[in-house]
């Protein structure tokens, strides 16, 4: 394993194919697409005012996130995840500068323009200069911006070519919504897959011995014994 690969991922937490974990955070994943589903028909209504949309907007990324890594929650680091978490939000801070001058602010369905490929192509540029968990900060952040990108170009779409092009580049929500229940059940399919023995991760040597719900890493030590 390089040392960047160390940086994002994690090797001292608990193993990832716990089946009642992995239940739980299936469980919380679909709470959490419904509490999105709810969010956006409420904001999508009638107008609300501006903080009730940024509390219940930033809710839905972060909701989005969780989601979106959730089968990756105990292998990715922790600053990875506090890099995503940033990086999921981070985006909208391109919205202050639009309420200070007073332009009209309509919806959710009005991005601006950091809300494009270039703005997010921004933060690569310190994954190339830092290094360990600075960079696995910085890689979560982009995953961040990726998924923060892909929440609101299916919920009024965002200016993705800026400043080559000021057309809204949109996805329609029920792949939005596809896609975050796929990812949401993720976890338990990982645990039945590494419970019923077929896991594709297990080593050849450690396939004849492994127990059903042992995990990949319990297999490994097994075989090194
Ligand atoms: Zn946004």
Redesign the pocket.
């Known amino acids: 394993m390089t040392e960047q690969t160390e940086a994002v991922t994690r090797d001292n937490g608990p193993e990832p194919f716990r089946l009642g974990y992995c239940l739980l955070v299936s469980a919380i994943g679909i709470a959490g697409i419904i509490a999105i589903a709810l969010i956006d028909q409420y904001l999508g209504a009638e107008t609300r005012s501006i903080p009730v949309i940024a509390a219940m907007d930033y809710v839905a990324h972060l909701a989005t996130t969780f989601i979106l890594l959730a089968a990756f929650l105990r292998v990715v680091s922790y600053y990875f995840l506090a890099g995503a978490v940033v990086g999921s939000l981070i985006?909208?801070v391109g919205h202050i500068p639009i309420l200070l001058s007073d332009i009209e602010f309509t919806q959710i369905t009005s991005?601006p323009s950091s809300?494009s490929l270039l703005v997010a192509l921004v933060f690569i540029l310190p994954i190339l200069l830092a290094r360990g968990r600075y960079q696995a900060l910085f890689v979560g952040i982009c995953f961040g911006n990726a998924f923060?990108l892909f929440r609101?170009a299916a919920t009024g779409g965002i200016p993705l070519w800026w400043p080559f092009s000021a057309s809204s580049v949109e996805l329609a929500y029920a792949p939005y919504v596809m896609t975050l229940t796929i990812f949401a059940l993720m976890p338990m399919a990982g645990a039945f897959i590494a419970k019923s023995n077929v896991s594709v991760i297990m080593t050849d040597s450690s396939r004849t011995h492994a127990k059903p719900d042992q995990s990949p890493r319990e297999q490994q030590n097994q075989s090194s014994a």
């Open positions: 985006l909208d991005r809300h923060h609101d």
